[in-house]
């Protein structure tokens, strides 16, 4: 990396930030160094290092990797006489520190989070940018997660904020943190000069414990309190943290008071969260609560679809046998970050071998995924749910007769054995009255004709798979 470089990127930096942007932020920076993947910078003081990792850390380093230099983190010195001074951790090194120490922190207010096991400031502070991946194009939009794409996308087209917060929640993995990068993306393209702050509530609880050792409350307000869009992901995480709660909350009014947007996540609804106070409940009710569903077969097939048209410029030779992402997508559903990690390993694998995908060298690779996901679904709660959905008795199901009105559920049943169960055709067959496996082939091929021009059967079988993965 050469001076020149660095001047050059700053160029193109100018024209992104704007005049005012750039002489205040940019332009005092000083590139020390770039070495295994960090830019580190002397900047004058540590207030002014943190508003730049916060607000321009993602610009910064597209530029860099735009330049063809691979720069993964920026850090920041204080430069001068002073000693290096912590600026802030990365999201790695807060998440991933390996023993947090135990503190008692007595804030202004008497409290204390001295229950709380918070953890002490890493050495080397540097910034959590944004993940370049997590955009809208790469979001696959199914059933399942719909409405908090159509409710992300409205307040990623800025303008005047219509609800506020907005609250995404739901399980593990299913692709809030993917969404609120999204919004961060989409809000910065539109209009650069925004200030977007996305952090974990954990990095929030961090920088707050922090700024009362330091003694630089005033820092931590200036810097919360002047951005027009707060992020903050896993908010679940201040639940009984006391004073980091009350803070959040004259944070979070400040804001709302500003008509400044806030994004929360959280792993479930905010009136479920145990040890959130209630006024924090009430307010994050206050404006638009979504849910992200688990996932369905249809929408992880999508996910892997769009990850294999991805991964081809990593593996340009990749070639994979018909239904295996069928197989994955079936049998592992517990949450998107597995489906991409064995997908991930299944690409790597194949490679290293110099084979095609088929089912063998799947089932090898990922015996052990397989086998964790086993479907826990049986052919006789099957049987009981469809029963009990089309109002209808299940030695109806089961038996003899050939009514319509008995028949039809009987072959969605069939279906969703086939499709949710391993069992194979005849042993579904068997425990439908000794039924032959040609007619459960034909069962589940009436239904999956009838998907595709019946709503109401392909209605049906989504409110069942639904039910029975919930
Ligand atoms: N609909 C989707 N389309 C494409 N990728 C998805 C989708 N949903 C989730 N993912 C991917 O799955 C992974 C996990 O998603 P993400 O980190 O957003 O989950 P999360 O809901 O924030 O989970 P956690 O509760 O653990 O923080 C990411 O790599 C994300 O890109």
Partial sequence: MTDDTWGLL????????????????????????????????????????????QNFADLILHEFNKSGEAVQRLAFKVAANSPTRPVQPTMSEAIEE??????????????????????????????????????????????????AHAAARRVAEGGPVTFNPLVLYGGVGLGKTHLMHAIAWELKERNPELNVLYLSAEQFMYRFVQALRERKMMDFKHLFRSVDV????????????????????????????????????????PGEIKDLEDRVK??????????????????????????VQQNRKNYPDLKIADGVL???????????????????????FASLVGREIDMDLTQDCLADVLRASERKITVEEIQRKVSEYYNIRMSDIIGPKRLRSYAR????????????TSRSLPE?????????????????RRIEELKTIDGQIAEDVEMLRRSLEA
């Fill in 282 to 307: 009430s307010r994050l009710q206050c404006g638009l609560v979504v849910d992200l569903h688990p996932t369905d077969y249809e929408l992880r097939l999508g996910i892997l679809q769009t990850k």
């Fill in 230 to 269: 707060l992020m903050v992901d896993d908010v679940q995480f201040i639940a009984g943290k006391d004073s980091t709660q009350e803070e959040f909350f004259h944070t979070f009014n400040a804001l709302v008071d500003q008509n400044k947007q806030i994004i929360i996540s959280a792993d479930r609804a």
């Fill in 428 to 444: 579904i067959g068997r425990r439908f009255g000794g039924r032959d496996h040609t007619t459960v082939m034909h069962g589940v």
């Fill in 326 to 348: 069928e197989l994955l997508a079936h049998r592992i559903s517990t949450n998107v970050r597995v489906l991409e990690g064995a997908l991930t390993r299944l690409f790597a």
């Fill in 98 to 147: 390996p023993a947090p120490l135990q503190t008692t922190v007595v804030d202004q207010l008497g409290n204390q989070e001295g229950n709380t096991s918070v953890k002490s400031p890493p050495e080397d502070l540097q910034a959590a940018p944004l993940d370049p991946r997590f955009t809208f194009d790469s979001f696959v939009v199914g059933k399942p997660n719909e409405l």
């Fill in 10 to 53: 700053r160029k193109r930096l100018l024209k992104t930030v704007g005049q005012n942007n750039f002489t205040t932020w940019i332009e005092p920076l000083e590139l020390d160094q770039v070495d295994g993947g960090v830019a580190t910078f002397h900047v004058p003081t540590n207030f002014m290092g943190n508003y730049v990792s």
């Fill in 409 to 420: 559920p009987r072959q969605v049943a069939m279906y969703l054995c086939k499709q949710l």
